[in-house]
């Protein structure tokens, strides 16, 4: 196959039953995007299953146990050696409380609107703008 | 985790580069859908990419060979005992002839507004109906 190889990373929306979705913002030591918003969520690891990689992501990162409920969309980015597809799910807490990892410094709960105005991660900025009617 | 288990299928959509994507018939010995357009594509093999698993499934599925361009979107399924996450990707083709499988009966090159009219597997309708402006 030619052209750059993809990666597939799963992204979580994590709702608050009130139509606003959990972001935690990538601490200072991020090697890419350090200050900017975020979802829950990263790479499969080998042999893994994408839905248990993101319920592993999200606890990592979170603290929180969720059950995913569906799928939102999809974009990608476009890195100089390779491209990354992400593919998000929406997904709701079934315990727990949100403690963070040193990957990130900050949290909060957004309406898609305020998402749409708010310096999240660039590569999710067309994915985010149309969710007002996706949930 | 509780609810339904995800699993993830990845589909291509394969241009002519004059506006028009691949898509195969269902054959009669098909568990679900015969006789229903399908977008070439499948699961991931345990420990498999799934950039390697997609450009495995066409070249199974339809004899091209493909490079994988961007990622269009995702949607899902559900089924009583499971869903079923679909990632869609724009691929292009790279060399060989259409040859389908005994899975498959049929071939077609269909514009956005043919997918949006024809009959396809029900579970990628919600997928391509806005179709026309992803690409």
Chains 1, 2 share one sequence.
């Not at 350090?34 to 893994?48: N, S, V």
């Not at 999200?58 to 939102?72: D, R």
Request: proline share 4%; glycine share 8%.
């Amino acid at each position: 196959m030619a052209g750059k190889p993809f990666l597939l990373s799963v992204k979580a929306l994590i709702h608050d039953g009130y139509g606003r979705y959990l972001v935690i913002r990538r601490s200072q030591i991020s090697k890419n995007n350090a200050g900017r918003w975020d979802f829950p969520g990263g790479k499969i690891d080998a042999g893994e299953s994408f839905d248990a990689a993101l319920v592993r992501e999200v606890a990592e990162e979170t603290g929180l146990s969720v059950t995913l409920e569906k799928v939102l969309g999809a974009c990608e980015s476009d890195l100089p050696d390779r491209k990354v597809a992400y593919l998000f799910m929406r997904a709701r807490v079934d315990s727990g409380e949100v403690q963070l990892s040193e990957e990130h410094d900050a949290v909060a709960w957004m309406t898609p609107d305020e998402l749409a105005e708010a310096d999240i991660c660039p590569q999710f900025r067309q994915f985010v703008r149309p969710l007002g009617g996706a949930s």
